[in-house]
């Protein structure tokens, strides 16, 4: 791998396999054991650089981290000095100086974590930068949808609802294209971005009718705070168009899965009795990001300067 990840579309097959494999690797080693720690990243120090709200990345980026007995630092804008006006690149170079090894960056700002790699020396990992990308959330999609039918090439994945606000929706597309997947985009209209026919993916306003082709089903939530007008009537007029309910999921076919990256909306995106059921890979998702992002670290960090694992 190279020094940073910043976007799904940065890798190729090869590389993204390979960090299924590490990440399929680290789900084995945790296994079973009393203690789920490695000694693998002993001495390095990750940074987690979060300037909008998180909780699964964040946390996940830390456990992983810790998992790896590297130093984890933890720094929310919230509470910082970034409050007091500092800018992005005196954080970075505050970071810098610091000693960081990695820095995971989550920015309401496109391009964010590429700036990020202008002035710090260590990796860059994007965890989420405004609607553009989110690549480790794209590789724990491909890994859980793997886990489940031990390929992606070949496979149907619908990805259904604010495709224009979402860089959960953009990595996806970039990386299941990349693995050989059929993706579908399905939303209303006004929440399809300009230009998504350029996309890598097919796009369709009808959820009814693509639902009996999908493998998978990846329901996005609706991201209000990004909305600076009204793309729906309303929220049960979305639901009842676009919302995955009881019976729209006896629509899909037998072996199929549900996904969705959190935060979700349980009765609007997405109904609970969905949400709790057995095709929801939700916590499977969750659970299967700390290996994603053990494995992202452990082939950033012990690939540099030659120091072994
Ligand atoms: N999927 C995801 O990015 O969730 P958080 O916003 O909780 O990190």
């Known amino acids: 791998m190279t020094t940073h990840l910043l976007t799904a579309a940065d890798l190729d097959r090869e590389e993204a396999l390979l960090i299924l494999d590490t990440a399929q690797q680290m789900a084995e080693a945790m296994t079973g054991r009393e203690v789920r720690k490695l000694p693998t990243l002993r001495g390095r120090t990750v940074v987690n650089l979060f300037?909008?709200?998180?909780?699964?990345?964040?946390?996940?980026?830390?456990?992983?981290?810790?998992r790896l007995s590297a130093d984890v630092v933890n720094f929310s804008a919230k509470g910082s000095s970034v409050s007091k006006g500092e800018s992005l690149k005196d954080t970075a170079l505050t970071l810098q100086?610091?000693?960081?090894?990695?820095?995971v960056v989550r920015h309401q700002a496109c391009g964010a974590a590429h700036r990020l790699t202008q002035w710090i020396d260590g990796s860059v990992i994007n965890a989420g930068d405004g609607t553009h990308q989110h690549p480790t959330q794209a590789l724990l999609d491909a890994f859980t949808i793997r886990q489940h039918f031990g390929r992606i090439e070949g496979l149907r994945v619908g990805i259904v609802g604010d495709i224009l606000h979402s860089r959960v929706a953009r990595s996806n597309v970039d990386l299941l294209h990349e693995l050989g997947a059929e993706v579908v985009l399905v939303a209303p209209p006004t929440l399809l971005p300009v230009g998504v026919d350029s996309w890598s993916a097919r796009v369709s306003y009808d959820l009814d009718a693509v639902l009996p082709e999908c493998d998978a089903l990846m329901m996005l939530r609706v991201q209000r705070e990004r909305m600076n007008a009204s793309y729906f009537p309303s929220v049960r007029e979305y639901a009842r168009r676009y919302g995955l309910d009881?019976?729209?999921?006896?629509?899909?076919?037998?072996?199929?899965?549900?996904?969705h990256p959190g935060p979700m909306i349980r009765g609007m995106e997405i109904a609970a009795e969905v949400a709790d059921s057995s095709k929801s890979m939700i916590v499977d998702q969750v659970a299967n990001g700390i290996y994603i992002r053990m494995a992202v670290l452990y082939l950033l960090l012990s690939s540099k300067k030659g120091e072994a694992a």
């Open 51 to 66: 300037f909008e709200d998180s909780t699964r990345t964040r946390v996940s980026f830390e456990t992983a981290a810790k």
């Open 97 to 103: 100086a610091m000693g960081a090894d990695a820095v």
């Open 246 to 259: 009881s019976m729209r999921m006896g629509a899909l076919p037998d072996e199929s899965i549900v996904l």
